[in-house]
């Protein structure tokens, strides 16, 4: 069964540091991959996507993601960070036929002024 | 355009009771689906609709749990006989199908006394 794996549930950084949220699968067939955030109350939203082509998307307020197939990862980095960034950020999979999504357990993200 | 609605935004109720979720979709949307997110967890998925019908329902943890979504728009879930492990935000999403995009609403917050 695929899986996603969120390495630190919680991470912190400084106001303009560089943001780096980790984030693996396992899965047998190429995946739908996505992350999602989520503020304090909110649903979550969707941040960028990953299903074919190129394997750095670039997705709203500065984040990107790289997937890198040999590694089975899908890392979410932003150069620099805001204090709007503080929020739950979700990493999550889609395989081959299903349309359920798979998500990791999330990381909160503190930013520090 | 409107988002995905979900009503209503907090529910609490007593332990053996009979309680209903409902969920709005995005117009237009023919796929939808429910989660469940407990404290500290990400969303797990419990049922996905394609149209009227269940297309996936291998998320719902037991007979207690059952959705409908009749007309293929609305969708209600429905938990008889509550448990305190039931407590958690229940997730509605929708999507076109093959779009790889589901949008989240707010959630409704179960808690079971």
């Known amino acids: 069964a695929q899986s996603v794996t969120q390495l630190g549930s919680h991470v912190s950084v400084s106001e303009g540091a560089l943001v780096l949220l980790r984030c693996n699968y396992s899965s047998s067939v190429p995946p739908y991959l996505f992350w999602y955030v989520q503020y304090p109350n909110q649903g979550l939203q969707l941040l960028l996507k990953y299903t074919t082509g190129a394997t750095l998307v670039k997705g709203i307020n500065g984040f990107e993601a790289e997937f890198k197939k040999s590694e089975t990862s899908f890392h979410l980095t932003k150069p620099s960070a805001h204090m709007s960034d503080a929020a739950e950020y979700f990493c999550a999979v889609k395989i081959g036929g299903s349309e359920k999504l798979v998500f990791g357990k999330g990381t909160k993200l503190t930013v520090n002024p | 355009g409107a988002g995905v609605s979900q009503t209503p935004s907090n529910k609490v109720t007593e332990k053996g009771k009979y309680v209903e979720l409902r969920c709005d979709p995005i117009s237009g949307h023919t796929a939808l689906y429910w989660y469940r997110q407990s404290l500290g967890q990400g969303p797990e998925f419990l049922i996905y609709?394609?149209?009227?019908?269940?297309?996936?329902d291998s998320g719902l943890p037991n007979d207690r749990f059952f959705a409908v979504r009749p007309e293929g728009s609305v969708s209600t879930l429905k938990i008889q006989r509550t448990e305190r492990g039931d407590s958690a935000v229940y997730l509605c999403?929708?999507?076109?199908?093959?779009?790889?995009?589901?949008?989240f609403g707010p959630g409704t917050r179960l808690t079971v006394t």
């Open positions: 999403a929708s999507s076109q199908v093959g779009s790889g995009e589901q949008y």
């Open positions: 609709f394609q149209g009227t019908g269940a297309a996936d």
